[in-house]
C-alpha cells in the first residue's frame, strides 16, 4: 500500500466517524435518560421494602428537586434524593445529578419529603417525578398512594415506555 493510498483509507475512515458520531451521542443520551429512570423506579421500589422489612417509615428528602408546576424555578443540577429512616440513617444508596448530566429531574409531589408507610409500603401522598432531557419532560414516574405501585410513562410514548 502507497502512502496515498493511506491517507486516503484514512480520510474515509474520518469521514465515516464524523458521521456517526451524532448518532453516537444520541444513543449515549437515550441510555442515560434510562439508567437515571431505571435507578429513580428502583429506589422508590426499595424505599417500599425497606420500609415494611424495617417495620419503619423511610423518608426521601426532595428538597433539592424542583416542583415541575413552578415553570419559573430556575432547573439545577445539583439535586440529591437520599432516602433515610427516622433517625437519619441511610438506607439505599442516594442518587445524584452529578452521575446524569444533561438530564433534568422534577418533581409534583407537594411536600419537600416523600414518606413510605411502614406497614403498607406505600407513600404518605401521590405523585410524579420527570426526568428530561433537553429541558423537556419526557418520563414521567408515579409513585401512587392508593396502591403503592410505581408506574412508568411517557407523554407521547418516545423513549421506548408506553404512553401516560
Not at 430556575?74 to 437519619?88: F, H
Not at 448530566?101 to 407513600?123: M, Y
Amino acid at each position: 500500500m502507497t502512502l496515498i493510498e493511506a491517507i486516503v483509507v484514512l480520510s474515509v475512515i474520518m469521514l465515516i466517524a464524523t458521521v456517526a458520531a451524532p448518532s453516537f451521542s444520541e444513543v449515549f443520551a437515550t441510555q442515560r435518560l434510562h439508567r437515571l429512570v431505571s435507578e429513580l423506579e428502583w429506589l422508590l421500589v426499595q424505599a417500599k421494602s425497606e420500609a415494611v422489612m424495617r417495620g419503619e417509615e423511610v423518608s426521601m428528602g426532595l428538597e433539592t428537586v424542583p416542583h415541575h408546576a413552578v415553570t419559573s424555578q430556575p432547573v439545577t443540577d445539583d439535586w440529591t434524593i437520599l432516602a433515610r429512616l427516622a433517625d437519619g440513617e441511610p438506607v439505599i444508596k442516594p442518587l445524584s445529578a452529578a452521575d446524569f448530566p444533561h438530564l433534568t429531574l422534577s418533581r409534583s409531589f407537594a411536600s419537600d419529603v416523600l414518606t413510605v408507610d411502614s406497614l403498607t409500603g406505600r407513600p404518605h401522598a401521590a405523585g410524579s417525578f420527570f426526568v428530561g432531557r433537553d429541558d423537556k419532560p419526557q418520563v414521567r414516574i408515579t409513585f401512587s398512594n392508593v396502591t403503592g405501585r410505581v408506574y412508568v410513562c411517557t407523554l407521547s410514548g418516545e423513549a421506548g415506555y408506553a404512553r401516560c
